[in-house]
Structure formats: C-alpha cells, structure tokens
C-alpha cells in the first residue's frame, strides 16, 4: 500500500479524472483524496447523485486542532463501490466546497500526510491517492507531494503545458518529493516519449482522449469501461515500480518518515 499523489501544473489537463480513473480500476483496496486547495470536483460532478450529507475534507479541520483525524477520518468518506464484494473497497474523501477554506489546512496538510501514510498498515490497508491540484494553487499540500511513495504529474503534450511542467518539475526536486513520473492525457504537438526525454522524467502513461468516459468521470451518469479506464488499469504496475524503486532508494538515504499505525472504525 502507498500513498500516489497526482498534480498538474497548467491548465486542467485531466488530473482528476485520471486519479478517480485509477481509483475505480486498480485492483488494491483505495482512497481516492480530494487535496486540490483551490477546491474538489467529486461532490458537484461525480458524485453529484449521492447524498454527501457535508462529508469531505473540509469537515476533518477541526479534527486536525483535535488530534482526532485518524478517528474521525472514515465518517467523511464516500463508498464507490458499495455493491455485495466490492464495499469499502473504492473510498473517495471529497474536497473543499470553497478554496477559501485552504487556508486552514496550511497546518493541518502535514497531520494529512502522516495519517495517510499510515493507512497502508494492516491486513485491510488502503493505497491513498491524493489528487494535490495544480502547484501553483494558494495553500498547496506540499507535505502530502513530500511524503509521497510516488508523485505523478499530469499534463497534455502541448508547449506551454511542457513549459509549465519543467517549472513544476524543479519545484518538485527542490521539495524533496518521491520519484516523479509523468502521465500525458490525449494527443499534441509531441510524442509522448519525446515529451519525457526532453523533461528528463520517466513516462508512466500515456492516456487517450475518450470524451465520452471523461464526461462520466466528471460530471457523472452511467459507467462505461471506455479506453481510458482500460488504460489507467495498466497504470498500476508502473506506478508500483516507481513505488518500490523509491522506496528501496530513500530507505538507502535515510529518507523513509516513519509510520505510525491510527485506529479505524469502519
């Protein structure tokens, strides 16, 4: 289990979707994490058909001044997959309703990483898939991007998208992040493989533009396992390489924080 962090650096290139894609696709059991500051899309897209009754990452901030989030975290989480053998497989932590509200989380995001860092533990872990925003949102969650097993930036193969991206990069390797890889989403002017050449950072994925799951994705409806579903499922075990490469990398430096088990209700 492992905590993926997904971001972007220009523009709207798909991060979401591409975390909720993965969320809804890979065979581990799942938290799909609404972190973006500058506000989630799950509650008003997605899930706009479920009866959130206020749950999200937004009502967790006072559990943050109390200490509590490893208690009071599963109140607040949304299942996907509530189905017979599938429930509480695909959990989703809806986002802030206002980017107004990031700014008290500016303390509270290391207190996040710590907890889902900590939820890989046990027989029932969880995998956490943080979708962090773009970077250069106010507030950014740089301690979950810092703490994360992996970080996977999402862009389109387009100039000023590769542009913003080699910014981001640099920003990332100030920061200390995990590995870094690269997920593209439709076509552009660059090959995709040429695009990670050229940032020096490995491609995970190349995802195709399928409108049609895309708008699912995003605004809800019937689920239909289009191209990009398929595609994201094949994600996964890049996405654990760069895990586990990472991992053996930092615990080599002295880099691995240490995991400290919280309770669960659920």
């Known amino acids: 289990m492992a905590l993926i962090a997904l971001c972007s650096a220009k523009g709207s290139p798909g991060a979401t979707v591409t975390a909720l894609a993965c969320t809804l696709t890979w065979t581990r059991r799942t938290i799909l994490a609404e972190c973006d500051p500058a506000g989630g899309d799950l509650a008003a897209g997605y899930l706009r058909e479920v009866r959130l009754d206020g749950r999200g990452l937004a009502q967790l901030t006072a559990s943050m001044h109390r200490r509590r989030l490893g208690e009071d975290l599963w109140g607040q989480l949304v299942d996907l997959a509530p189905g017979e053998g599938s429930a509480m497989t695909r959990l989703a932590l809806p986002g802030l309703t206002d980017p ?3 700014g008290g989380l500016v303390a509270g ?4 990483a710590h907890l889902f860092r900590s939820l890989e533990t046990g027989a029932t872990g969880y995998d956490v898939i943080a979708d962090c925003g773009r970077l250069v949102a106010a507030h950014p969650p740089t301690p979950l991007l810092a703490a994360a097993d992996a970080v ?3 862009l389109r193969p387009t100039l000023p998208s590769i542009r913003a991206s080699a910014t981001a990069l640099a920003g990332l390797a100030r920061l200390g992040a ?3 890889g690269l997920v593209t989403v439709g076509d552009g002017s660059y090959p995709a493989r040429e695009l990670a050449s050229e940032l020096r950072t490995p491609l995970v994925a190349g995802l195709p533009d399928d409108p049609g799951t895309a708008v699912v994705l995003s605004n809800g409806g019937e689920r ?3 191209r990009l579903l398929r595609a994201a499922s094949q994600m996964e075990s890049p996405v654990w390489r760069m895990v586990n490469a990472g991992r053996v990398t930092r615990k080599a430096s002295g880099g691995v924080g240490e995991v400290v088990e919280v309770r669960s209700v659920h």
């Open 152 to 154: 996977l930036l999402v």
């Open 224 to 226: 239909h396992r289009g």
């Open 109 to 112: 995001w290391a207190q996040l």
């Open 178 to 180: 995990g590995p870094v």
């Open 100 to 102: 107004a509200q990031a």
